[in-house]
């Protein structure tokens, strides 16, 4: 059973920064993707950010290049978002999914619990 983790949500302030996380467990994910979505209130989930599991490759939505930054720990199963330069218009759940070779344009098989992120101006 796959269980992706999330953890680092919060309360800041415009100009600030987080960082999530997203452990992962319950299979080898050498051939996965994973990554970030989030939702804000009254709207559809979107796409945010991936990594590749195999190559490290990367693919983020527009709104957010140049201000978050996503890595991975192979060692701990982790995935990170450094998110700086927060706006509020970043408020929403955040979810962590993963899926097989990419979630940035294919719907993810896993979805985390998501964790809150709220900016406030």
């Known amino acids: 059973q796959v269980q992706l983790v999330e953890s680092g949500g919060g309360l800041v302030q415009a100009g600030d920064s987080l960082r999530l996380s997203c452990a992962a467990s319950?299979?080898?994910?050498?051939?996965?993707?994973m990554g970030w979505f989030r939702q804000a209130p009254g709207k559809e989930r979107e796409f945010v950010s991936s990594?590749?599991?195999?190559?490290?490759?990367?693919d983020s939505t527009d709104s957010v290049k140049g201000r978050f930054t996503i890595t991975r720990d192979n060692a701990k199963n982790t995935v990170y978002l450094q998110m700086n330069s927060l706006k509020p218009e970043d408020t929403a759940v955040y979810y962590c999914?993963?899926?097989?070779?990419?979630?940035?344009?294919?719907?993810?098989?896993?979805w985390g619990q998501g964790t809150q992120v709220t900016v406030s101006s």
């Open positions: 319950g299979r080898t994910f050498s051939s996965y993707a």
């Open positions: 990594i590749r599991w195999i190559d490290g490759r990367t």
């Open positions: 999914a993963a899926g097989v070779f990419t979630i940035a344009t294919k719907a993810p098989q896993y």
